[in-house]
C-alpha cells in the first residue's frame, strides 16, 4: 500500500503532527488497513529525507494538531512533496503496483500437485471469503454516509471479495471438469461438485 503517497495527501490539508497524521488515516481508512506509530513515524522520517516534507515549529492553536503534546513536531509538504504527490493523484495505479496475490499463486501451485484436494481448499477458502462478506457488509450498513472515505474504501472490499468468490467457483469449475476427464468414474463428489457434475454432464 502506498502509505508515503497517502500521508502526503493528509499534508495537502495543512501541516500535522505524526500523531494527527495516524489518526486521520485510522478515520478514513484504518478500519481495513491498519497503520501503527512506527510506520507513520518511519514513513515521514524517510519522506523528509527525501525532501518531500519538513518540519515547522509546532502551534497551540491550529487545528490539526489537537490532543496532541505542546512539544510535538508539525510536517508540512514541501515544493518538491507537492510535485509529487502530483504526480502520484495523476497516474493510474498498474496491477504490478497492487503486488503478489498470495490465493492466486496458492491454487495456481496447487493444481499442479498430484493427490492435493483441491476441491477442499477451495471450500475453505470459499467459507473464509463468505464470513468475511458479511462482517464487511455489516460493518457497511453501520458506516454513516457523511464518512464517505469508509464506506468507499468498504465498497471495494465487498467487490473484490465478491469477485473472488466468482472466481472461486470458477476454478472449482474448471478442476472438476479436469478430473472428469482423467476419471470419469472414480472422481469423488461434494455436495456442491455433484451438482455441478450434473451441470457439465
Known sequence: MAIREALLALLERGPASAYQLKK???????LTWP?????????LQRLNRDGLIEETAPTTSGSNDVGTAAAAPLW???NSGAQELDRWWRSPITPEQRGRDELVMKLAVAVEIPGLDVSELIQHQRHALQQLLHDITRLRRQTPPTELATRLVLDHH?????AELRWLDTVDETQLRAQLAQHPVSVPLTASSAALTATIQ
Open 24 to 30: 486521520d488515516f485510522d478515520r478514513t481508512i484504518g
Open 35 to 43: 497503520l501503527n506509530m512506527g510506520q507513520v513515524s518511519t514513513t
Open 76 to 78: 508540512r509538504l514541501t
Open 158 to 162: 465487498i467487490f473484490i471479495t465478491e
